[in-house]
C-alpha cells in the first residue's frame, strides 16, 4: 500500500499500529493476532482497517489529535470559578472546593479539573503528604471493643475566637464520632469528655491513645508500684482502670491513624 502525500506526525504507538494493520491488509496477518499484538479488540482492528483504507496511512490517527477538547471549562465560568476559590472558598483542597462549588453555586466541575486550575494559576492549597506503607491493622468487630482517643490543638475558630482542643473519639468498628471543645487537654477535660462519651454510647472495652502525659504518667514508679509490678499511671488512667476500661497506649503518631485522619479531616472541613 503507498502512502498517501503530504506531512502529518505519528506517535512510536500510531506508526506500530500501521505496520500491524498493515500485515492484516496486505499479508494475509490474522485479525486476532493483530488485536493480540495491539492489545484492542477485533472490532478496533476492523475499525483501524476501514480508516486507513479510506485515508491512508493517516487513517491511524487519532480525530481529536489537534482539537480544543470538549470538557474544557469556558472562559467566564473559569473565572467564576478561580475567584470563587480565592475568596469564598480560599484554602479548600480541589476535592472540597468541587464539593461545595456544586452544593452551593452549581458549578458541576470536577476535582481533578480544579486540581489543574489550582497549579497552572499558582494557587496554594493543603496537600496531604505520601504516607510511608505500614503493616495493616484490622478493625475490630464489634461497636465499642475499640475506641480511638485524642485531643487536637487548632485554630478552630479561624481568628474569631482562642486556640483550643477537640477531644475526639472514634469507634474502631465502625468509626462512629464523638467530639467536644475543651481550653486544654489534660485530666479535667479528659475526663469530662469521656464521661460525655460513656453517658451517650456507654463503656467501651479498651481505648486507644498517644502517650501525653494526661493519659500515660512519665513520673517515676513509686515502691507501691515497684511491690506490685505494675507502671505508674496517671489520674485519667487510673480513673479509667476503675471503670473496667482497658487503656492501650499507641507507639507512634501512625499507629492511631483513624483519629489523626478524623483531625485533618475536621480542619480541612469543621472550620
Known sequence: MALEKGTFIMTDREIRKLNIVKKVLEDGLKQKDAARLLGISVRQVRRIEKRIQAEGSRGVIHKGRGQESPFLVEKKVREQILGLCRSKYEGFNPTLASEKLFEINKIKISRETIRKMFLKEGINYSRRKGRKHRQWRERKH???????????????FEGRGPKCVLMGYIDDANNRVFARFYEYEGTLPAMSSFKEYVQRHGFPLTVYLDRHTTYKSSGKATVDDEL???????????????????????????AKGRIER????FQDRLV
Open 228 to 254: 506490685n509490678n505494675r507502671e505508674p499511671m496517671s489520674q485519667f488512667g487510673r480513673a479509667v482502670k476503675e471503670l473496667g476500661v482497658e487503656l492501650i497506649f499507641a507507639q507512634s503518631p501512625q
Open 262 to 265: 478524623l483531625f485533618r479531616t
Open 142 to 156: 464489634r461497636i465499642g471493643e475499640m475506641v480511638q482517643m485524642d485531643g487536637s490543638v487548632h485554630d478552630w
